[in-house]
């Protein structure tokens, strides 16, 4: 009994060709889908998100210097009126650095 070989490879050249047909046919109809449903993409923000945007909208539309109370510093700086309360400023430097670091531990 004798074997034909050349058809043994050419029934698995056959299936590899399917194979290979089969992965275009569904790569095309992946693409096709895409295609049909562009809208199917969706992104959702997080209620921080929003919150920051907000804030952001808020302080954009208030005033960032209150140029009143630049000028009467100037003036009494330059005038030698001005005094600087060294327990108060240290004060607000170490409730600074404690919020601060508060905020950014956690």
Do not use: C, H
């Not at 399917?18 to 693409?31: G, I, R, S, Y």
């Not at 889908?33 to 208030?62: F, H, R, W, Y």
């Amino acid at each position: 009994m004798s074997i034909n070989i050349n058809s043994q490879a050419t029934q698995k050249n056959i299936v590899i060709e399917q194979n290979k047909t089969q992965k275009q046919n569904d790569a095309v109809a992946t693409d096709n889908t895409k295609a049909a449903n562009p809208n199917k993409d969706s992104v959702q923000i997080t209620a921080q998100a929003m919150n920051l945007n907000k804030m952001q909208k808020q302080t954009s539309s208030e005033s960032q210097v209150n140029m009143k109370r630049v000028e009467a510093l100037k003036t009494a700086i330059l005038n030698g009126d001005y005094k600087i309360n060294t327990e108060r400023l240290a004060e607000k430097l170490g409730k600074f650095e404690s919020d601060f670091d508060k905020a950014f531990s956690s």
